[in-house]
Structures are given as C-alpha cells and as structure tokens.
C-alpha cells in the first residue's frame, strides 16, 4: 500500500485563470526520500502545502488525496498533526514558543500527552540532534542554522510517519545547509522515515534521495532514479542547470558514460580527462582606484547594552561600480551590516559613509532619494497591496520594462506567489527606486537557477549604468559567477577579501563544488564554465 497518493491533483488560486497544479498524479512508498525540483513558480509549494491538510492554500482543488489508503479529509485533526511533519522555509515562521525546551515541547502538549512521555521524548531529541546545549536558550537567541535544526526537532518530537520539507536551507550558509540535509538523510536512513523535499540546491539533495521529481508548469516532468532523470536532461538547458555542478560539467563536455552526480564522482570524472595539472591566466587585481561608495570604519554595533557585539571594529569599503558579496555563517553580522549601512540601525562606535559623507550627514530621508536602497531578507516586508499588478503601480514599475516576466501573476496576492517569485517582485520594486547604492540580502533566496542566470544579467546591467551593489548571499556559486570582490564575514569581522578566484580557490567549504572537485587540478576554477573551458582547452574569455 502507497504511504501518500496523489490522483488527477488540479489547483486553481483564487482570481487565477491557470491552475498552479494540473492533473498530477503521484504515488510515494513508505521509507522514500522523494526530492522535487523545479522552476521558480512550477508549483512546487503548492504541492507540498496541498499534502499538509492544515496548510493547504486557499483555492479550488479537483482530484484525490490519500494517505495509507484512505482520503485525507478523513485523517482526525491529532492525525494529521501528527502523522505528517512540515518544515518552512523560513525558520521564524515556524517558532511560536520562547524557549527551546518550550518549542520541543509544544506539539507533544497539544496532542494531551502524558508529561512522562513528553519529558521522555523532548529528551531522546535533544540529544539525538546535539540540542542539549541550548536546550534553555531564548530562540531569537538562535542562528538560522540551529532555528532550523530546531523546527525539525519539533517535528520529529511528535514522532511522524511523513516528513515535508520546503526549501528548509533557503537561509541557511554552506556548511549549516551541508549539515542540515545530512541530518534529514539520516533520519530517513536510520528511521525507514518517509521524506519529501523541495530544493533549489541540490548538490547535497540528489546524491541522498531515492526518487528525484521534476515540476514544470504545474506538472510531472519526470520522476525516477536521480541518475536517470539527470541523464535525460541534456537537451533541456532549462532544467539542466538546477542539477549538480558535476552533472552540469558532464554534459556541457557532451561526455559519455555514467553521468556525475556528486563531488566524489566529479573528481573521478575530471581526473580522467585531466593528464596534468591546468591553471587559469592570472586575475587583474581589484581596482583600489575608484573612489568608495560605502566605507566602515572601526564600526561597533550590539543590538543590547547588555548583549555582546555584532560587529566589533569593522572595517572594509566598497568601490564606486563594483558587485561586492558578503558572505559568512549564520550570525556572522551580515544583516546587520546592511541595517547599519541603511541607517536603519546605529553603531555606537565608529563611523559610516555614503559616497564620502558620513551617515549622520544625509538629513530628511536625503540618503534614500536616489542614493541607497535596501531589500531586506524577509521581502514581504515591502508588499503594501493585494495584488502584484497594484505592487507594481504602486512603486511606478512599468510592467514592459522589467527584467522579469510578471504577467502570469498579476491577479495573484503577493503573499501567494512562490518564495522565489516574492523574491523577484520585492526586487523589480527597490530597482524602481534607481539608487546609486543598492543593498541585497539573500537576493537568490528561493529563487531557481534558471531566474538567478537572469538576475547576475540584470545586476551586471545595473553595474554598467554606474550602480554599486553590496550583496548578502550563502549561494557561493552566485557570487562565483557574479561578485568582482568578495568579502567573508566572521564574528563581527571582515576577515578576507578578494576576487571570487582567490576567495573561493584557497577555501575548503565555503567556496564552489566545482572548486572542491578540481583542486590541484584545474587551479583557479570556480565555475562549471571555467572547468569546462580548461577541460576542453578552449580560450578563456
């Protein structure tokens, strides 16, 4: 007997003439590890949302839902709280307790047990997920990574036979998100724990699942063995460019054989087509002659008097015309470097200037008229109507003139698109703003490779008009692709700077697949184009 099964699933949104699900039929076994992918906007969400009864959207719904082989509607409220775990994307969405201890307990609380056995089994988690030194912590005291790790502790507390995970690394650094899929796979392996995972990233994902689950357009695509679904994808560059960087350098070499899927594989691929060691021509060096757009000096900055800093003695400057990425672990003061850069936070110690004048200096909101803009990591945070159409004319955003294609969604609330597609509306917003400084944070969060090659289009268009951009980003291989300097953050601290080349050449996990799985081989390569430049002895650009 299935453990889920999906008949002829349709899914319309409210005042939406296309179905954002159409006849999707899906049968997932006990024990599985089914990982789906897709586009921004292919349904992904809706899908998972839609096997979660007390998450389902709004909207008109055709077709069956049916879970160990009766109808979800028939599944008591305690069994459907119980028997199918969710995990958010966003980590605060899912905490509604102060305390750790609270958050693990919560869901045990609402179904009425005993203490005894909440006691036990808040205890077996605690320590099975290593929570037992922040077992009394004030979560807002948590980082991304341990927030995480948190919310599917409290799912797992309740014991479920199901596990739904959407996009649960989309905020999470490199080696947090590593961590975290390692830890859903052992869960799944040890556990015979039936998972179901939507991922943008799928480096760590692919090499885990059982099943790998293709969406476009609201449809099954394909739906096999990982390396199978991957194999027939050569022909379909939309959809080949969400797979592993391993992968990816397969067939842009057009190679034969079994296809890499993860670094292990890669390296073994690359090796056998590399008689010796090969290098890149020498980078420029950075262009310290232009003059600066944003400069820290010695900058101090805690958001408690009682709390320690979040940035102590930080110091570094962004050139004039320059892409600059930040990157670093949760809780490193990424963020709050923005914040404070934006004025929206004040350092105690310390100074910041715009263009050459200090902070203070820009008096009657002059430091956002044409001069700086945000876009902070929550998006939603600068939708003001009910409609993207209404969001759109709001900020004086020409819907023709866009980098994105918007069209489809116009009738839909913003809070109804994609996290991806949120991501993208927020963006179109704060460019219409034209600043002379424009701040990302987390610009790819949740948004598809195929959306983020036109993103690094559109900030390197911006680039060439005269804009400098300061991003926030864990995605490494955006910034590898996109970054004329990349700065890593830790404590509080500029620690290292330097083009992605030496950032990412001289790291070991935070820098690109493609830089683990060719070092001391292809020296200087961080991308799956500079790889397969040298693979092929093709000129470098």
């Known amino acids: ?79 459907a ?34 203490q005894p056995v909440i006691a036990r089994r808040v205890a077996e988690m605690a320590a099975y997920f290593g929570i037992e030194d922040w077992f009394d912590k004030d979560v807002t005291t948590l980082s991304g ?50 998972v179901i995972l939507t991922e943008h990233r799928l480096e760590e994902v692919i090499p885990v699942c059982t099943r790998l689950l293709v969406m476009h357009d609201g449809r099954i695509l394909d739906c096999d063995a990982p390396r199978q679904v991957v194999s027939r994808l ?13 992968a990816r350098l397969f067939h842009r070499l057009r190679a034969e054989g079994p296809c890499p899927l993860d670094v292990r594989e890669g390296r073994a691929f690359i090796e056998a087509r590399c008689g010796e060691a090969r290098a890149l021509p020498v980078e420029p060096s950075l262009d310290e002659g232009a003059a600066p757009a944003l400069t820290f000096r ?27 990425c930040i990157l670093g672990g949760n809780g490193s003061g990424k963020s709050t470097t923005l914040s404070v850069a934006a004025a929206l936070q004040k350092s105690y110690a310390g100074q910041v200037e715009v263009f050459g004048k200090p902070l203070r200096a820009y008096r009657n909101q002059s430091l956002y008229r044409s001069c700086l803009t ?32 918007f069209t489809p969604l116009m009738d839909r609330h913003p809070y109804d698109l994609s996290g991806g597609e949120q991501q993208l509306l927020a963006l179109a917003k704060v460019l219409s703003t034209r600043p002379r400084l424009l701040l990302l944070d987390e610009p790819t969060k949740g948004v598809d490779a195929a959306a983020r090659a036109r993103l690094i289009g559109v900030l390197s268009a911006l680039k060439a008009q005269g804009m400098t951009l300061l991003l926030v980003t864990h995605d490494v291989e955006f910034a590898a692709q996109c970054a004329d300097r990349c700065c890593f953050m830790f404590r509080g601290q500029m620690v290292s700077e330097g083009t992605p080349r030496s950032c990412f050449g001289g790291n070991s996990f935070y820098t690109t697949a493609i830089s683990r799985m060719s070092r001391g081989l ?16 093709e000129a470098m650009p």
């Open 374 to 405: 945000l876009l902070p990591q929550d998006v939603q945070s600068v939708f003001l109507c009910n409609s993207v159409r209404e969001e759109l004319a709001e900020c004086g955003a020409s819907p023709d003139v866009l980098p994105f294609d």
């Open 145 to 194: 990574g341990q927030k995480q790790l948190l919310n599917l502790a409290a799912v797992m507390v309740m014991q479920p036979e199901l596990l739904i995970l959407d996009e649960p690394t989309a905020q999470l650094d490199p080696i947090a998100a590593s961590e975290f899929i390692a830890t859903v796979a052992k869960i799944n392996r040890e556990l015979g724990l039936t």
């Open 1 to 79: 007997m299935a453990h889920l099964a999906l008949r002829h699933l349709t899914f319309t949104y409210p005042r939406c003439s296309l179905p954002a699900i159409a006849d999707v039929s899906l049968t997932v076994e006990k024990g599985e590890f089914l990982a789906v992918c897709g586009p921004t906007g292919c349904g992904k969400s809706t899908l998972l949302r839609l096997m979660k009864r007390e998450l389902a959207p709004l909207g008109t719904l055709d077709g069956e839902i049916d879970v160990d082989g009766q109808p979800q509607a028939a599944l008591t409220d305690a069994q």
């Open 298 to 324: 010695h900058v101090y900055f805690r958001y408690d008097r009682h709390a320690p800093d979040v940035l102590a003695d930080m110091s570094f400057t962004v050139r004039t015309g320059e892409i600059c």
């Open 522 to 537: 292809l020296t200087g390569a961080v991308t799956v184009e500079d790889a397969a430049r040298l693979l092929a002895g």
């Open 234 to 246: 050569a022909d379909k560059p939309e959809l080949l460019c969400f797979m592993p960087a391993a």
């Open 81 to 114: 709280a119980a028997r199918i775990g969710y995990v958010m994307q966003k980590p605060e969405q899912q905490l509604v307790t102060d305390k750790v201890w609270h958050e693990l307990a919560f869901g045990l609380e609402n179904l009425g047990l005993p």
